[in-house]
Structures are given as structure tokens and as C-alpha cells.
């Protein structure tokens, strides 16, 4: 499998991905806004894009998909119930995407979005392709149409459980400021802090690509039953009681990045 994460410098900071077959050259667009640099990049590599992937129904993932089918012909795919114009395939949890001769399977991930989809390749370095659900040392919002509570089932259930060196391709680069708000919840987090500094003087497009395994050290959010953590949240809520749930955690961290 072979993955070129393309940068694309705009005020949301998206990240687009594009995913090919070794052996024919086919290629998947992940949430290809910004679709000219799909394309150019498709074709620097002799690559042909023939699916296009939208993670969630968000004009800021949707909005280069009329400009990538006219000019490749792809077909579009995504969650069977998000209300995306002109999808071809709806998918829905299991399902396996086949780009040449690559597996990709659809983990159905609410949270973000009640209609939104990760894609996960078991390959020999597995990948994940979290869209807005799992950030690099962060967690998606639930500001437009999703469910802080179906965020943590998709959490728990399925992302925490994928292999431990799973790269994640998040669909934003947030990482600074991801890492930042781990380290207001864990000031002694020593992985955090490390990370912050080695990134800040790092391009967007440089920023590294961290595995499950990195982001259950730093990332807050797959943190739940840190002892720091609960007491830091208790400073604030008296009535988190002595023992809270993970899943009362990762509801009360939710709130406070909205506002952080």
C-alpha cells in the first residue's frame, strides 16, 4: 500500500490523503477538498484515481468531490446514510473497499457525525483513516450534528481496540494545539510535552505520523483512567465523584475542549 498524505495549506488545515495500489497504479481520494492537489499529486506519481472517499457529510470533506469525478471519472463512496449529493456506494460497517489489489475495510464511527466512517487497512503497517473522529493527540467535536456520547462508544469499542502500531491519518492537522490541551489535563505527561517541543518548530506538512501506540501516551482522550488527569478534572467539578466512569471522563473532557 502506498500513502501520500498531501498538505494543503488552507484556513481549515486540511489534510487529503491518497491511498494506491502498488501493482496497478489505482488510487482512493480521502475527503479531497482541495481537489486540484489530488489530482496533481495522483498524476506526479502515475497514479489514476478511480474511488473517492468522504468521510463524513462536512462541506469542508465534500466540497472538491463535483471537481475530482468530472476530471477522473471516480466514483464517490460513503456512509449509506450521509447526505452527500451523487454517491455511488453507500457503506456501512464491514464493508471492504478494494483499490486495485489492496483490502480496505469501513469501521462505522459516530461521534463526529452520525454518519461517518474511518477506513482501516490491515496491512503489514496498518493504517487508519480517521476523518474528523480521531485527531493526532486529539478527538473530533460533536458541534454539527453529532453525539459527544456516541464519540466515546466509537472511542472505546472500536478505535482503542485496533493494533497498537496503527498509523493514524487524521482528516486535520491540529496537533500543537492537541497536544497543548493533553498537557492542561496532564501537566507531567513527559510524552506531551516531548512531542510539543519537537513539533513547534515543524511545517504543517512535516508534522509526524503518529501510531495507536503513540497516541495512548499523549493523547487525553485515550487517557481516561489517568490518575492526574481525574484529579485535574476534579478541580474543577467536585461532584465527578471518587471513582467516574471513563466514559463520564471522556464527556467532561469533551466540554472543556469546546470552550478551551
Known sequence: MLIERIWTGNAYRNFHYLVACRETGEALAV???????????????????????????????????AGLVSATGAKL???????????DRGLAAGEVIRVGRLDLECLDTPGH????VCLFSHDDRPALFSGDTL???????CHNGGDPERLYETFSRILARLPD????????????????????REPDNEAARALLTAV?????????VTTL?????INTFLRLDSPALIER????????GAHPSARTVFIRLRELRNAW
Open 233 to 240: 478534572l476534579r478541580e474543577t467539578d467536585a461532584d465527578l
Open 135 to 141: 485527531f493526532n493527540a486529539g478527538a473530533g467535536n
Open 31 to 65: 475527503d479531497p477538498l482541495e481537489w486540484r492537489l489530488c489530482l496533481a499529486a495522483a498524476r506526479k506519481r502515475g497514479w489514476t484515481i478511480t474511488q473517492i472517499l468522504n468521510t463524513h457529510e462536512h462541506g469542508d470533506h465534500t466540497g472538491g468531490n
Open 200 to 208: 513547534r518548530s515543524v511545517e504543517p506538512a512535516e508534522v509526524p
Open 165 to 184: 502500531e496503527t498509523r493514524i491519518y487524521p482528516g486535520h492537522e491540529y496537533l500543537s494545539r492537541n497536544l497543548a490541551f493533553t498537557l492542561d
Open 213 to 217: 501506540a503513540d497516541e495512548k501516551r
Open 113 to 116: 457525525t452520525l454518519a461517518h
Open 77 to 87: 463512496l460513503a456512509h449509506s446514510a450521509a447526505r452527500i449529493p451523487g454517491v
